[in-house]
């Protein structure tokens, strides 16, 4: 039996371009499955694009010139009192010191509560059957490594174009997401970051509408001037 | 009791025998927050619990921090004795330290963002460090971590952990460093005491306190390091920093068992159990 994990091309595919305008400072697409990071500077603005539709982007940052800084689900909905980034939520540090800030969104709320998916989680979430599925953790340690980071750095991340809803009783899920092909957000970076993203390989919930698909990630930076090729 | 003899009410101590005889003139003084020596002596000891079996006993300050190492199966009650206590709690497995604490996970694979009694509180690593076994409180959360340095000197003029208002985060870090452990080893924390609401359209409604001396139970479903910040909630309304004791007593107990209405209480927690036990039986751990 074939089994197809992703889809890498589509008709229904939608590449988008950057929220904010300015050089492009990098340009990637992330493969289905895989995982992606780079420093980004300060002042510089984040795209990422949902080329296929509802793909969860599980994404942790840190503090590029100090690592043991990072993202902090805690302490971003704390400074804004409310469990969904939306345009205008400051992405805090463990330190209480803002990191990035959504610039740009165009889905109706992002999550930052459903945390990543693993092997391990997927064997209690699903069974043991999901023991050998391909996850986020996967993808976090192995981009982490390249910067020194290791188990003992993962926390809790965000989950861009991933619909997870709390109920008034406390019920929380992943369901159908809100997201479409050429959906994006735009993040500003407030300090030299680093970014980690992975393209979530999970096909056992909807957070990927059972399909994994691409991300592109744009960085522009919007103090520098628009070359021809880039306005185009 | 005897009162405290405090800062600067100093004896003779001009020589050795006379600074050593005024340090021993000190050691019976008794203060609200202390550790009691041995467990079994605790004059708090809850009602009910053989206290020969009592392995910890401890009021911790508000503010304060605490830390211990203890075996699976232990039973590990927090009071808040003054309603105004906010135990902000990080568990490890205590054989790998980097299997710690997923508050992600704790609240996804039970579907529940609310703790309370049978929420087991889950790893990384798809297996429970411990369960919530008793809740008197029901007031607790699972979102907002702890305080900063920076929120502290905004909000009350200082953060430090010298400071009359320390941060949870400053705390924890000093817990964490007594464990061995860095700053890469403090994942978000939860909080017991201090309830967290999310509404409808996501707003963080803060429900508080539940009142003086109510309780949790913890049970260490495996050898656990747990790091323990006693300091007030981020969301906290009050002015003023507003911090009580927290009373902590831990006995030898029974881990989790099927005889438990937790062990099975969805697919996901009995596979919880499972992969735990799996964990367990393979490392020679019973
Ligand atoms: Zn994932």
């Not at chain 1, 996967?138 to 490594?145: D, R, S, V």
């Not at chain 2, 039970?110 to 809740?135: E, I, M």
Request: with cysteine; charged share 20%.
């Amino acid at each position: 039996m074939t089994v197809t994990w992703a889809t890498y091309e589509a008709d229904y595919f939608d590449y988008s371009g950057p929220m904010v305008p300015g050089a492009v400072v990098l340009d990637h697409e992330i493969a289905p499955r895989s995982g992606w990071s780079a420093v980004v500077s300060a002042g510089t603005v984040l795209t990422l694009v949902d080329v296929g539709g509802n793909q969860s982007g599980d994404c942790l940052i840190y503090a590029a010139a100090d690592t043991t800084e990072r993202y902090s689900v805690p302490d971003t909905l704390v400074a804004q009192r409310n469990a969904y980034l939306v345009e205008g939520s400051v992405l805090m540090s463990n330190e209480g010191r803002p990191l990035m800030t959504i610039v740009g969104n165009e889905v109706e709320r992002q999550d930052t509560i459903g945390g990543a998916c693993s092997k391990e989680s997927n064997t209690l979430r699903y069974g043991h059957h999901t023991r050998f599925h391909h996850a986020c953790r996967e993808n976090f340690l192995l981009e982490g490594a390249r910067h020194g980071l290791g188990a003992r750095d993962l926390v809790s991340n965000i989950n861009w174009f991933m619909n997870v809803p709390v109920e008034a009783d406390g019920t929380l899920g992943i369901v159908d997401g809100m997201s479409a092909p050429g959906k994006r957000v735009a993040l500003r970076a407030e300090r030299d970051v680093l970014v980690v993203i992975s393209n979530c390989p999970q096909v056992n919930n909807p957070c990927n509408d059972f399909n994994p698909t691409p991300l592109r990630v744009i960085v522009t930076d919007p103090s520098a001037s628009v070359s021809e090729t880039d306005r185009r | 009791m005897i009162e405290d003899l405090g800062a600067g009410r100093r004896a003779r101590t001009r020589t050795l025998a006379e600074a050593r005889a005024d340090a021993h003139a000190r050691a019976d003084v008794r203060v609200e927050a202390m550790p009691y020596l041995p467990a079994s002596s605790s004059p708090y000891a809850p009602v009910g619990v053989d206290t020969s079996r009592i392995v910890w006993a401890e009021t911790v300050g508000g503010p304060g921090y605490t830390h211990a190492t203890l075996a699976r199966g232990t039973r590990i009650r927090f009071e808040d004795t003054d309603g105004h206590a906010c135990a902000h709690v990080v568990v490890f497995n205590a054989d790998r330290h980097g299997e710690r604490l997923n508050l992600a996970d704790t609240q996804k694979v039970p579907w529940q963002a609310y703790l309370g009694a049978g929420h087991p509180l889950l790893s990384g690593d798809g297996r429970v460090l411990a369960t919530v076994a008793a809740d008197t409180s029901t007031r607790h959360d699972a979102l907002c971590g702890v305080t900063t340095l920076a929120a502290n000197r905004r909000r009350y003029g200082a953060g430090e952990a010298h400071s009359a208002t320390p941060a949870g985060r400053e705390l924890l870090r000093l817990a964490a460093a007594k464990e061995g452990l860095g700053a890469r080893d403090l994942p978000p924390s939860v909080s017991f005491f201090k309830g967290v609401r999310v509404e409808p359209d996501g707003a963080l409604e803060w429900t508080g306190s539940a009142g003086p001396g109510v309780t949790v139970d913890l049970i260490a479903e495996m050898p656990i390091t747990i790091l323990v910040a006693n300091a007030p909630h981020p969301l906290d309304p009050e002015d003023s920093y507003r911090s009580t004791p927290l009373r902590i007593h831990a006995w030898t107990a029974e881990p989790s068992s099927d005889r438990d209405p937790w062990w099975s209480g969805s697919p996901e927690r009995a596979r919880a159990y499972a992969n735990t036990q799996q964990y367990l039986t393979a490392r020679g751990i019973r």
